[in-house]
């Protein structure tokens, strides 16, 4: 396969997969929508607000690199994935110290363990990226 097909192939996955993720989204925003009180789903927005931006400060990592150097060595990738983890723990310690904070400031109690629930998935993210970088890197990304 030549590089003009793999890109495009890559792309074409690529978009389906965004799309997907961007429909499951909205189903589970309806149903929880439906399923809670006004007031109960504004809490849970501010939540994922919070996690959103939180993920933009982790997705700034060092998976980046991978992509971009010409060759890599598997220590590059180690430490890679190490240090990513290590941030990752550090910003979930974060977090939980600064979601009563976070939940003061708006005045809602029940925010800090939405807030802290919703924190564990800081600690799945990096067990991944680094294999998913890898692929980026190769244009792997497969239907």
Known sequence: MNLKEKILKSGLALMFSNTVLQITSL???????RLL???DFGVVALATSFMGLI???LSVGLGSAIIYQREIKEIQLST???????FAISIYLI?????????????????VEII???????LISPLFQVHQKINERKLNHTL
Request: with cysteine; net charge negative; proline share 5%.
């Open 27 to 33: 189903a589970v925003n309806a149903v929880l929508a």
């Open 37 to 39: 009180l006004p007031s």
């Open 55 to 57: 993920d933009v400060f």
């Open 80 to 86: 890679t994935y190490w240090l990513n983890y290590l």
């Open 95 to 111: 977090i939980n110290f600064c979601a009563p904070v976070f939940s003061s400031f708006y005045g809602e109690n029940i925010l």
């Open 116 to 122: 802290r629930i919703s924190s564990i998935s800081i």
